[in-house]
DNA sequence: TTTATTTGCGCAAACGTGTGCACAAAATCC
DNA sequence: GGATTTTGTGCACACGTTTGCGCAAATAAA
């Protein structure tokens, strides 16, 4: 594409045509205390007739910093990260800031890559959803070392001191195992993320409270993790395959993410299994109408618009605090148990 | 946050390390002809070692590119939109862009504005679905008589001599309609988006083609158009129930996008209404699992991901070409129609 | 050996902004 | 009226790269 000469005016063209020198139409459009009230009104006068926009590339050149932020999760088309993402632009865009987007599908290594390329593009600041193989932090600790503010969401960790938003996992899952206990269920099995996840962690321990506090023993096969966090169908179905395997088969399958829900949903419709007579099925989603379903769908669901613009919003603070930030938050959102017929006994 | 001193190393620094010239270690990182093989393996040597990566920023100032491309759809929580972009960012990240997205929310002044912030960034393409209430394309024309490519994807225009990548609108809406003719339906109503929409016209064809072909007069109180594209419910129960006030009331809905379709399956759900007893329902819809719904429901499914990676592959095809594009082509990709039982007769 | 060519490198300017400093003119103070 | 402060502006450089041009040394041609 051979590129028409931009017709965009810079400061330099508005000096020459006013007869001043640059640094006082730049110091005029910053309201400098130095400029007299006439100039400034001059040169915004025809800045504004001129339409005028300073270059974004060079005041990010000269002050090292972008008004962009950068975002990574492990995939964008999964109704809650879509959601998240919705949450996130509209703050970015009401706090004049980009968003740029990278997706780690779930590998460490892909991660590890994006964050390079962010750094090299010098975002202003990360949001941050750990993808399920993520173990090695070096890289995100380095980026922080060097000054780029992080505001870990939804899958955190604690290796670096920093903002945090979260949902209550640990309370959604145990009101919904609560749920499936009161139901009549008793052996409730749980297919849930990579292990090291601190939503694994946390969900399956609002889930081993549930079981604890009606002296429910645990049965360490009834629970199964997708190393891949769901994101192959063929994952999920070997969970479903090995539960139902067993000899004392669960009654009950508590899903841990939207991708999981919806697979195990769907695996448990191929195989033509009646839900919830030969077994009942809830779990976390964002799906937009889970009262749809055939049955309609019990789910624990996230205020992930909500988490997307309180992350944005803290991140923003600590890039633009004049001052090092040293005490930071743990924002905990509430979540809300839907129930519908998937979770309860006919 | 007070930024910690950057330890990026620049040109300038390898420079006064090895006693060069910036100009020289410029060089020969970019394998001039005009440096010694000894010198450059020197200087790509130190390079290497200290890891170094050229200031993106400062590239960008320098040339005018900025090797991002700016992404605009009406909203990100949409099966449809969301597995495009994730189709989009895997060809930008393969071929070094990121991708800025912003939202028009299905808005006319929304899509100006991020037009104007995406011009201000200096993004060197775009990647456009138009906002259901376009119909001024003033800054887009401006914008591309500025030199920047720009592809249409889904909603497209033919204000601007450029490439489209589309679906067979025509084809899949034509097909899905003859379909339900076949199955015995006869008042086939239409539920679609804005009127102005190039989608709504295209499947708006097909489906009068079907009609026509089966010598089904056209009830044109049987097309309800949703003017916001369906973001709200209640624009889409009206059309509903406006269908269902009239005395010869339609025995099938062929709803013309992913959201129009969940909405109104959500909204005969609410009413009570049996599916396809008293209603028969189908239409475009890229939700993953159709066959969930209660009952599963028929869907005309788009290349969404294909779709992004076509049109992402065209724009920096253009970004990237040395000479002016003149001939511009039309991509057209296969629907699929899968037929469940949302849109069969019992 | 002299002249012409090639080879390898550095100087300086440019992209568009922002800012420390100098400096002249105006205003204020003794 | 001279000394001092205030006010308003411009010069020059920096951010990190890239590139046209010039120039010396090395090589080739005459």
Partial sequence: MSR???????????????????????????????????????VKDYAEKNNYHPNLVAQSLRSNKSQSIGLMICSVPNNFFAEVISGIESIAYSKGYHLIITQSH????????????????????????????????????????????????????????T?????????????????????????????????????????????????AEFNIPVNENYIKYCLHGGMLLDEIAECVDALFDMEERPDAIFTASDRITIGTFAILHKRNIKIPDDIAIAGFSNFSSPELFNPSLTTIHQPAF????????????????????????????????????SSVKI
Same sequence: chains 1, 2.
């Fill in 106 to 161: 779930e590998s460490q290594e892909r991660e590890a890559k994006n964050l390079e390329h962010l750094m090299w593009r010098s975002v202003d600041g990360l949001l941050i959803s750990l993808s399920s193989e993520t173990t090695d932090m070096s890289n995100l600790k380095k980026m922080h070392e060097q000054g780029v503010p992080i505001v870990f969401f939804d899958r955190v960790s604690d290796c670096i001191n």
């Fill in 163 to 211: 903002h945090q938003v979260v949902v209550d996992n640990s309370g959604g899952a145990y009101e919904l195992t609560k749920h499936f206990i009161e139901s009549g269920y008793k052996r409730i099995a749980h297919i849930t993320s990579s292990p090291d996840l601190s939503i694994t962690l946390e969900r399956k321990e609002g889930y081993l409270k549930a079981l």
């Fill in 306 to 341: 909500e988490m997307g613009k309180v992350a944005a919003e803290l991140l923003i603070e600590l890039i633009e605090s004049k001052r090092p930030v040293t005490a930071f938050s743990k924002k905990i959102l509430p979540t809300k148990l839907n129930i519908r017929k």
């Fill in 4 to 42: 028409v000469k931009k017709d965009s005016i810079t400061i330099t063209d508005i000096a020459k045509a006013l007869n001043l020198s640059s640094s006082t139409v730049s110091r005029s459009l910053r309201d400098s205390y130095q400029i007299s009230d006439e100039t400034k009104q001059l």
